[in-house]
């Protein structure tokens, strides 16, 4: 009886402790100035099949995310928020999309970089 209730409980333990590593915190930098951008990243993340919270910064370009890495990996995260014209740590989104963002969204260009973002 001991033997089995042993057992059961590191089964139970390991099956628990698995349960939990579904969900990973994760962040990386993406590229981007405003509140316009903020929505635009966020709403797309969170589209994601898997991504559980999104949340992007554009004082420090920070964005955190919530996966269930069951679902989708970072890379897929990076790649769908460079697909709509925010550059990744391992994505650059194509120029055409770039260009088509608002003038207040591309960072790439330095006078966007000067403008009062939060008013956008």
Request: charged share 25%; aromatic share 10%.
């Amino acid at each position: 009886m001991r033997k089995t209730l042993i057992t059961f409980l590191i089964v139970f333990t390991v099956g628990i402790g698995y349960g939990q590593e579904k969900n990973k915190s994760v962040s990386f930098e993406v590229k981007g100035n405003c509140w316009m951008c903020k929505n635009r990243i966020e709403k797309t993340a969170i589209k994601i099949k898997g991504v559980k919270f999104a949340s992007w910064n554009a004082d420090t370009k920070i964005f955190k995310a919530i996966l269930d890495e069951r679902k989708c990996t970072i890379d897929s995260v990076q790649r769908k928020i460079a697909e709509i014209g925010h550059d990744t740590g391992n994505f650059i989104s194509t120029n055409e999309v770039y260009d088509n963002l608002p003038a207040c969204c591309q960072y790439r260009n330095p006078e966007s970089s000067n403008m009062d973002h939060g008013k956008h």
